[in-house]
T-cell receptor, first 111, second 121 residues
Framework: QKEVEQNSGPLSVPEGAIASLNCTYS??????FFWYRQYSGKSPELIMS????GDKEDGRFTAQLNKASQYVSLLIRDSQPSDSATYLC???????????FGTGTQLKVEL | GAVVSQHPSRVICKSGTSVKIECRSL??????MFWYRQFPKQSLMLMAT???????TYEQGVEKDKFLINHASLTLSTLTVTSAHPEDSSFYIC?????WGEGGASNYGYTFGSGTRLTVV
């Protein structure tokens, strides 16, 4: 079982719709969870971090964490073509210093 | 916000030569720096973790004598790819972790550099 699993996609949504990206992780001791966006040929940029169960909202983005189910998701409301990118879920296994990344989900927002 | 500067952004070198990549935290002290490698259409793979003033910890399968990491100060870490070969061609990205912002540890996260595209010919 991979430490961090994501559906590779591509996930296609129409402009203005809600995009839902999912991630599961295997280490129950993980404490910090991050969503990064990566455009082709660029380095990842942080979108959201979440540490507690529940929802965390920042603009059009909402991160949801359920530690009991070992599941973290990212919702993007009013999706725009500029949101088209690969979204990486990252977790710090064992509550340590390192991040483990999923393979990423490619999102395509279509006009 | 936290900014990490990485140079060069792109480098082409001949097989057998060495290449140095620099990573600087501009507005915070990076207690830990991470070096990743990313091959096309793959995710980030952690190569090593370095703490200021101490030796880097390498991930399994990463040759420490080939990928030399120096973290001499709280704002600078370097990765040197020694005797580079075409299979070392990849996207190398650094990430720094520290505390920044007013109040200290309220924003304690990971910030990535812009990456270095290495091509070995």
């Amino acid at each position: 079982q991979k430490e961090v699993e994501q559906n590779s996609g591509p996930l296609s949504v129409p402009e203005g719709a809600i995009a839902s990206l999912n991630c599961t992780y295997s280490d129950r001791v993980s404490q910090s969870f991050f969503w990064y966006r990566q455009y082709s040929g660029k380095s990842p940029e942080l979108i959201m971090s979440i540490y507690s169960n529940g929802d965390k909202e920042d603009g059009r983005f909402t991160a949801q964490l359920n530690k009991a189910s070992q599941y973290v998701s990212l919702l993007i409301r009013d999706s725009q073509p500029s949101d088209s990118a690969t979204y990486l879920c990252a977790v710090n296994p064992g509550g340590g210093n390192k991040l483990t990344f999923g393979t990423g989900t490619q999102l395509k927002v279509e006009l | 916000g936290a900014v990490v500067s990485q140079h060069p952004s792109r480098v082409i070198c001949k097989s057998g030569t060495s290449v140095k990549i620099e990573c600087r935290s501009l507005d915070f002290q990076a207690t830990t720096m991470f070096w990743y490698r990313q091959f096309p259409k793959q995710s980030l793979m952690l190569m090593a973790t370095s703490n200021e003033g101490s030796k880097a910890t390498y991930e399994q399968g990463v040759e420490k004598d080939k990928f030399l990491i120096n973290h001499a100060s709280l704002t600078l870490s370097t990765l040197t790819v020694t005797s580079a070969h075409p299979e070392d061609s990849s996207f190398y990205i650094c990430s720094a972790r520290g505390a920044w912002g007013e109040g200290g540890a309220s924003n304690y996260g990971y910030t990535f550099g812009s990456g270095t595209r290495l091509t070995v010919v």
